[in-house]
């Protein structure tokens, strides 16, 4: 009896130890079947397009490379035909099969990365398993700075693949700000011949930017990754760098050089008709290089200085009955809605926007706090959560990490694990207006791909369980990271 008994426990312990799986993010449901599916070159890729693509992937982790052209071994892709929107994904491992069936080529993708997740390098198998799974927030973003330091179109690819193999599916990439323009437009080259370079205060030239065939590179790659890309272009405040390149974007109409020190600057847009016609203009290039459905345009931090200060802006708030500068702002913002509508764009903004008048179809990207994104819901507008305090990868997470401005705050991973898009006094009803969350990062003090990791990492992992599992275990999660950061 005694020993039945010892046996019973260690059969159960052998049971929990079974399901102890290190996949990040935590799926939905996921059991083990006492199989385990050899992976070896014989093995073939059925059913998807860019097999290639896979078989990469799988080498990539596994130093194996399925090119199997016969039936008996695969691992088989399939769409469901219902529910495309869930982004769900079914997953089983069995000797012969392994099975993926999605609801979109993404989700597909989703299944991927947790069969390599589960892959076992001592035996060269994947755990026989059944995973059921989708994300709890249709929209997890990473955001990647690139005007304050310029990352080229290799580190950004590494970036998306990174993002992809935990399940975050949006990459904004942030494309302008004061301190540097970095994509090209080709109806306006001084952007980029005067507005990516920046004279640093030791006397250098820093700085750099992407051709619009480097952009349809990183766009394809994403795709083939499963990542959209949504651009940001900033207006009209961190816009210092367009106004060097030319100066009649802004009131003061005076030639300014790009800036070398951070902060928020004074040089913004002046709502005039031709700095709108201009913005629209790139934007319709913008437009011809990303496919998302969303385009980011700034509107954060926006002094008004230069504003008071104007004639024409007096006489456009008469003129347009706009009460004060907060509906100057708003009015930029409404024109180029209106620009981008007609495209067939949506756009997303920071939260400064519900200072003022914003219609329902404005995604609001909330960074200070949740406040403004709850706000924004409750009037029934989609909000995107990346309260600072959480969600800000440049401020430090270790205590010996350094903070590189007054600002920063010691943003632990645990905080950022326990983020939730959600707050508790928000409605069910308001909730459903919020679809995700992000994470930024900055990179004023971030220069090199190596501190970009070390800023990222395992943050990263953290938000993307926040984001997409649907029960949260801290202790757990800290157990797979484990797995994850030292494989066996
Ligand atoms: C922001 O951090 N200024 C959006």
Redesign the pocket.
Known sequence: MRILAWLSVLVFFAKVAKTQHAIIPAPLSYKENNTSFLLNEQVSIVGYDESFFIQQKIEAITHILPRGENTKRVILFSLQSTDSNSQSYWLKVTADTVFISASCKAAQLYALHTLLQNFNSKNNTFIGCEVIDKPLFPYRAMHLDVSRHFFNKTIVKQYIALLASLKMNTLHLHLTDDQGWRIEIKQYPLLTQIGAWRKEKDGSNYGGFFTQDDLREIVSYATLNGVEIIPEIEMPGHASAAIAAYPFLSCHRNAIEVPNTWGIKNDILCPTDSTLQFFKNVLNEVCEIFPSKFIHIGG??VPKTQWQQSLFVQQLMQEKKLKNYTAVHAYIIQEIEKHLTQKGKRIIA?GEVMRGYVSDSVVVMS?KSKAAGNKATKLGKQAIMAP?LYCYFDYPQNIQDKKNGKWMVYTPLKKTYCFTPYSKHLSPQARQFIIGGEA?V?TEHIATEQQLLHQIMPRLAAISEALWSHQKDFKDFERRLQLLLNPQ
């Open positions: 954060d931090e920071w960074w600072r930024a900055w």
